[in-house]
């Protein structure tokens, strides 16, 4: 082992992301020699920028937009959760070879259950989207056995796909259009884009009320338009912050073997003005 180990989280673009400011604070909590920066691969040639760093020593790699496909492409073998997911956002270099991970959905799992306090089990969970931020979550939710799993989509072809990807869990999944749902939900998890743009999904009424507990893959300085929304229905929100340091601690504990303390590292982050 070199004195510091190399990795780096590469995008287009690349220059927000908080990838590094949290790894860093896991390498000095967890006392590991690591370094790790913003790679900018070019948008035709992900795979150019990936060998390059491979060729230079590299260790270990986090992959965001638009490159999570390129990333399952790209790797010589995957976890059963990045195959469900379709994408990859952690990739290791060992021996010649690229391994493929995907820790977005238990990043969301372990900060609704651990961090939040609400159990999936048993629950009826509603899932707005069916992209890939929706794809990579599905199988850890589904492993927590809630009741119901519902997909919703504003067209629900898109929602029936990704039922059919994983057809051998249909006992808890179902689909439909965002008009078409009906009845309360315990759960509901925004992976739709909505919040970028500050809509709201137009769902029925009555889908989400005080019992409920609302969850946007998004965050902010400030509750997404989405979260106020439900708020004013008296449900119980939560952004996306704890999901980022979430999955950055399943990758960390990946390539270093040592699972991080996420709770003062969400902290610091929540004390910043996050954008």
Request: hydrophobic share 45%; no cysteine.
């Amino acid at each position: 082992m070199s004195a510091s180990d190399n990795y780096v989280v590469i995008g287009n673009p690349i220059a927000h992301s908080k990838s590094p400011a949290i790894h860093a604070r896991f390498a000095q909590q967890t006392g590991q020699a690591i370094s790790y920066e913003r790679l900018l691969a070019p948008l035709d040639d992900f795979a150019g920028s990936v060998k390059q760093f491979i060729a230079a020593g590299g260790r270990g790699a986090n992959v965001t937009v638009p490159f999570k496909l390129e990333a399952f492409s790209l790797s010589s073998d995957l976890s059963p959760r990045a195959q469900a997911a379709g994408a990859v956002n952690t990739l290791t270099f060992e021996h010649g070879q690229i391994h493929g991970d995907n820790t977005d959905g238990v990043g969301l799992v372990r900060d609704i259950v651990r961090n939040a306090g609400v159990e999936l089990a048993g629950k009826r969970v509603l899932l707005l989207g069916a992209g890939g931020a929706a794809r990579g979550v599905i199988l850890p939710v589904l492993a927590e056995e809630p009741t119901q799993l519902v997909i919703a989509n504003r067209t629900v072809a898109r929602a029936d796909e990704l039922i059919a990807a994983f057809s051998a869990k249909s006992g808890q999944l179902s689909a439909s259009s965002f008009a078409g749902l009906s009845g309360h939900f315990d759960i509901v998890i925004n992976a739709t884009s909505a919040s970028l743009s500050s809509e709201v999904p137009a769902l029925p009424p009555a889908l989400i009320g005080e019992h409920s507990f609302v969850y946007d893959m998004m965050y902010g300085a400030q509750p997404t338009v989405f979260m106020q929304s439900a708020a004013e229905q008296g449900a119980t929100t939560r952004d996306g912050l704890g999901m980022l340091v979430e999955q950055a601690a399943e990758s960390f504990f990946i390539w270093r073997g040592v699972r991080p303390d996420t709770a003062p590292v969400y902290d610091w982050l929540r004390s910043q003005t996050v954008k």
